[in-house]
Structure formats: structure tokens, C-alpha cells
């Protein structure tokens, strides 16, 4: 290769963006009208699928490339102890929470952080974006959604921070041998079956009670390590309270939290070997998303999912349905759902 090519291809590949997808003639940042949003997410649809790649820890590169994507995965799987709200560096707190992004970001058959199949895998994710956000009416970029993340913790997180840059080293060698611009088999959630009723957060209770609270708590509180005030975090994660996902997270969409744990829990599950039915994950999401279960309140909820006709369901807002009567509002969080699968 001459060096006019190598520093061609150097350019291209620091620059990243032939990797991403191709929002043109929208850039990150812009706000887009009801007409562009639906055909750019028509064209995010319909992009060519690759097969699942399962990443592989033996193909990190040596040297300090090597090891800031080692850090990156160490910072997902310690991110309570390393950059947390109770973390013993002082200086680092930049998350919110006690969580580790593999709590959520599961962990694969790879043993790497985000390799789960439908719980939310992080393999393709260099791949999937830039994209169109509803949530903010926004073209946004992989880094500001990973950004959004770490939420508003003591220290303000920055995209130059070490431990960011980190991250997104491990994200970028995760996507490194896919096929760029395609989408993923088995990225996002796992597509359910719709069912005719109303997801039941009294039925949910039950198999709640059942499944569910040996691990995570009567009160969907988890179980903290020994070592939690000094950002050890959690053996098991807490569903509800104040040190999880708020009121307006999209794990508080009811759909979105049933396909996440249809196939991912009780711990165990996978896609392919579910332990729950369609009916079931549904029930026990509407329990734990209910608005009677305790958990910390987002004041810019109602600025949320600006546009209407871009609203999933699922996600509900009750601001949203002022003035209508109390079964509309009943009726967009727990169905019946027009599709279980849409995007959020
Ligand atoms: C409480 C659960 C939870 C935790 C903890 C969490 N995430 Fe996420 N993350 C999500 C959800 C839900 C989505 C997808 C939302 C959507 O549909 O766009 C997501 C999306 C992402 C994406 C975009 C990928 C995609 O498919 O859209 C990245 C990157 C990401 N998270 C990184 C992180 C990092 C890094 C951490 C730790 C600092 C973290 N997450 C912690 C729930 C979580
Ligand atoms: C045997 C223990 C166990 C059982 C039973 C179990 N979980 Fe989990 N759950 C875990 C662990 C451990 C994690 C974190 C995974 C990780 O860090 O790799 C987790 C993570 C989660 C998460 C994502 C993290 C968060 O805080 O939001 C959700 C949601 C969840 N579980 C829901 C459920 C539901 C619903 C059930 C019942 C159907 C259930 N779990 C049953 C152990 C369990």
C-alpha cells in the first residue's frame, strides 16, 4: 500500500463514519418533522441484516490499543466501583446510579460484556448509528447515546474522559469485523408474540413473587454486595426504587421491558430457550413498571417523545393525556398493544 492510501484509509477510519449509518441528508443534532423521521427510520428498517457475530476476547489486540479496549470492558462490568455515584474515587463519579452497564448489557456466551443475544448486545451498536431518537426528536450519535447512560451523576461525564474514550474503544473493536452500515441479527430485543388483553400487573404480582424476587427482592430492590458503600453495587440489580431506571428510562416502556426479560430472565434465559410465555413477561413488566411501585421520578418526563405520531406504546406519559379519561392513559401503557415490537 502507498502512503497516499494507508493515510487515506487512516483518515476514513479515524473519522468512523464509514461504519456508521448513512443519515444524509440529516446530520446529529437535527430535529426532524413527522415525514423525514418516518422515512429515515424506513430506511434504518430496511438496511441489509448480517448474521450474529459472536465477539472474541482472544482477538483484542496487544499494546495500548489492546488495553484501553480491555479498560473499556473492565469500566462495564466494574462501572458502580470505577466511575459510579458511590465509587471511592470521588473524582470519577460520573454515573447516577450503582448499576454496572452489564447488569443491563448482558453478559454472552463470549463472556464479554453486551454479547447477549436480545438483552441488549452492544456488538453491532458502531453499525446502528447515528439514528433518529423519538424520544428527543433528534438525529443522535452512538456517543451521545452512550453519554446519556451515565445520566446526571456528581461529575459530569465527557466524551474526552479516559474512561468514556474507553468505552467506546471496546464498542468500536466490538463492531470492528462486521459488516459495516448492516444491521444485526439478534441486536436490540427480541421480537414477542402480541396478545389480545391488557398486559395485568396483578397477575404480574404473582409470577413476580414466583420468578423473580428470590434474586431481586420483595420489593424489586436487589440485593447489594457487602462492599456497596464503596461501589461494590449489586449481586442483584434492583428493578424498582431510586438507584435504577426512572420513570422515564425506556426500560419504563412496559413492551420494552417484556421482550428484554423474555429473553434474558429468570437468569438462565435465553432467546432461544425462554422461560417465560409472551403473556407472562408482559404481566410481570406491567408489575414492576406500574406506577405504584416506588421509583425515581424524571421531571423533563413530559418534554419527552416531543412528536405524537412518533410515540410508541407502551411509553406513557400522563401529561400526554390530559383532559382524556383515565382509560386512554390505562390503555397506552399496558395495550392492548397495536405492535409489542415498535421501537423506542
Ligand atoms: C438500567 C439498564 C441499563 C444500564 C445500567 C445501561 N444501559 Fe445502555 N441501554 C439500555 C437500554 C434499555 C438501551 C436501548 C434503548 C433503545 O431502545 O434505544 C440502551 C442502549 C445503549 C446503547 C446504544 C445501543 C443500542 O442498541 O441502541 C449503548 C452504547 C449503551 N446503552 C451503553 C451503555 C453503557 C456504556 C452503560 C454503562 C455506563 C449502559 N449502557 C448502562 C439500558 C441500560
Ligand atoms: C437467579 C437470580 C435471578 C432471577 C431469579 C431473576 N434475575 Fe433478573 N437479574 C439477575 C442478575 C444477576 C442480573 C444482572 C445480570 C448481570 O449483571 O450480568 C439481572 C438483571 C435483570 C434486569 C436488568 C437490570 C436491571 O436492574 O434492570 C432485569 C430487568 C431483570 N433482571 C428482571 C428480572 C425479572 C423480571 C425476573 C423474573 C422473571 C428476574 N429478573 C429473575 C438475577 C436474577
Not at 489492546?66 to 479498560?71: F, K, L, S
Not at 468505552?167 to 473493536?173: D, E, F, G, S, V
Not at 432461544?272 to 421531571?299: C, F, G, H
Request: hydrophobic letters at 40%; aromatic letters at 8%; one cysteine or more.
Amino acid at each position: 500500500m502507498n502512503m497516499q492510501r494507508l493515510l487515506f484509509c487512516l483518515a476514513l477510519s479515524a473519522l468512523g463514519s464509514a461504519q456508521a449509518f448513512d443519515t444524509a441528508p440529516h446530520r446529529v443534532g437535527d430535529i426532524l418533522d413527522t415525514a423525514a423521521a418516518q422515512a429515515l427510520q424506513a430506511r434504518y428498517e430496511a438496511r441489509p441484516k448480517q448474521p450474529w457475530r459472536e465477539p472474541d476476547e482472544a482477538r483484542i489486540p496487544s499494546g495500548v490499543e489492546g488495553e484501553q479496549i480491555r479498560d473499556g470492558i473492565d469500566l462495564m462490568r466494574n462501572t458502580s466501583r470505577r466511575v459510579g455515584k458511590l465509587a471511592p474515587d470521588a473524582t470519577k463519579r460520573m454515573g447516577w446510579n450503582s448499576l454496572n452497564c452489564v447488569n443491563c448489557h448482558q453478559t454472552g456466551p463470549s463472556g464479554l460484556p453486551g454479547s447477549k443475544r436480545f438483552a441488549l448486545p452492544l456488538v453491532n451498536a458502531v453499525n446502528d448509528y447515528p439514528k433518529f431518537d423519538a424520544k428527543s426528536g433528534k438525529v443522535i450519535s452512538l456517543e451521545q447515546r452512550a453519554l446519556g447512560m451515565f445520566g446526571a451523576g456528581a461529575v459530569p461525564i465527557k466524551v474526552d474522559t479516559p474512561e468514556f474514550q474507553a468505552i467506546m474503544a471496546y464498542l468500536r473493536w466490538l463492531g470492528r469485523e462486521t459488516k459495516q452500515g448492516a444491521a444485526m441479527d439478534g441486536t436490540g430485543l427480541m421480537p414477542i408474540e402480541p396478545i389480545a388483553r391488557a398486559a395485568d400487573p396483578k397477575r404480574g404480582k404473582v409470577l413476580f413473587q414466583a420468578k423473580c424476587q428470590a434474586c431481586h427482592g420483595a420489593d424489586a430492590s436487589g440485593q447489594r454486595k457487602p462492599d456497596f458503600d464503596v461501589g461494590g453495587g449489586y449481586l442483584f440489580p434492583p428493578l424498582a426504587g431510586d438507584d435504577t431506571y426512572d420513570n422515564a428510562g425506556h426500560m419504563f416502556a412496559v413492551p420494552l421491558l417484556a421482550r428484554y426479560i423474555a429473553a434474558s430472565m429468570p437468569l438462565g434465559a435465553t432467546y432461544d430457550k425462554p422461560q417465560l410465555t409472551t403473556a407472562e413477561a408482559l404481566d410481570i413488566a406491567a408489575y414492576v413498571n406500574d406506577d405504584s411501585m416506588p421509583r425515581r421520578q424524571n421531571p423533563n418526563r413530559a418534554k419527552l417523545y416531543p412528536d405524537a405520531a412518533l410515540r410508541p406504546q407502551g411509553y406513557a406519559i400522563p401529561e400526554h393525556y390530559a383532559g382524556q379519561p383515565p382509560e386512554a392513559y390505562q390503555r397506552a401503557k399496558f395495550g392492548p398493544f397495536r405492535n409489542v415490537n415498535e421501537h423506542y
